[in-house]
């Protein structure tokens, strides 16, 4: 299985602020995802980052409320822009290798 | 994307009990997985399925993926406090990834 790191793995943030995540896979993936997961609930998938092209983002998601970048085969960012209350949540990045698909230890975000 | 249908949504059982969890899909895949999530952890990849009717087993884990390809269950037997967590299945086709809800398992001591 991938090693998979992810900076922060928690934060306090305030209203109207940007977060960057990083997420770094110890292996090249190619296909990485990004989700993010309410307290107890199960995984929502924001959007697919492609390797020197735009991300594929799910209904629901925008380019403008969460970028992202995804400059080699190893690594990948998100960005909450402009955070409100509604955005604190874990998110997590997930690449896939073939047809088996792992899962970093999450940043725990927290908009005040 | 969409999610699978993944059931029971809670289970309370005393150590030392087996459990069964299962997801149905009206979709067939590929591969089927089972993951176990921790408190503040990411889910990690407990067991994978790559053949209808492959039953494979992980220490006290078993799972199986269904001949149908449309479903998929986990049993866990003997359980201890450690087992305590949320257990998530996916179902995998092509470039298609879709998770249950989860089964949020607690062990009494």
Redesign the interface.
Known sequence: ?AV?SQKPSRDICQRGTSLTIQCQVDSQVT?M?WYRQQP????T?IATANQGSEATY?SGFVIDKFPISRPNLTFSTLTVSNMSPEDSSIY?CSP?SY????????T?LTVL | ?Q?LNQSPQSMFIQEGEDVSMNCTSSSIF??W?W?KQDP??????LI?L?KAGELTSNGRLTAQFGITRKDSFLNISASIPSDVG?Y?C?G?NN?D?R????T?LTVKP
């Open positions: 299985s998979i296909m995802f107890g609930q199960s995984l998938l799910e997590l896939r047809n088996e698909q792992f899962f970093g230890p999450g725990r | 994307g999610q590929n591969t997985l993951y503040g952890e990411g889910p990690v990849l994978a790559y949320i998530f996916a995998h470039n990834m998770f249950g809800a989860g949020r």
